[in-house]
């Protein structure tokens, strides 16, 4: 499967912004869909994920009741939506795709797309 994540940007905190991942294949439902970030001079870390059925949804403690992650099988479409956006939420967002359930771990992670953007002003 092929990831192109779009939708970052500049927006100041306390803002919202939706990021979209759309995926090419037909396997596309049978992979539980995750978004990881990298902030400048860190470790890649875990945002959230969403199983391959959009029945079980888990995230970080950081983004925890701020972000939601759907998903749309018949659009081949998974969305990140970010809410009360802080600083420290500036990062490169990734998705990616696994049949993996270490749904933290990004070695776990086969398909990955590119990184979009998203930058919180203070």
């Known amino acids: 499967v092929q990831l192109q994540a779009f939708g970052g940007g500049l927006v100041q905190a306390g803002g919202s912004l939706r990021l979209s991942c759309a995926a090419s294949?037909?396997?596309?439902?049978?992979?539980?869909m995750a978004w990881f970030r990298q902030a400048p001079g860190k470790e890649r870390e875990f945002v959230g994920v969403i199983t391959w059925s959009g029945g079980r949804l888990y995230y970080a403690d950081s983004v925890e009741g701020r972000f939601t992650i759907s998903r749309d099988n018949t659009k081949n479409t998974v969305y990140l939506q970010m809410n009360s956006l802080k600083p420290e939420d500036t990062a490169v967002y990734y998705c990616?795709?696994?049949?993996?359930?270490?749904?933290?771990?990004?070695?776990?992670?086969?398909?990955w797309g590119q990184g979009t953007l998203v930058t919180v002003s203070s």
């Open positions: 990616a795709a696994t049949a993996s359930r270490s749904y933290r771990t990004s070695g776990a992670y086969g398909y």
């Open positions: 294949g037909r396997a596309f439902t049978t992979y539980n």
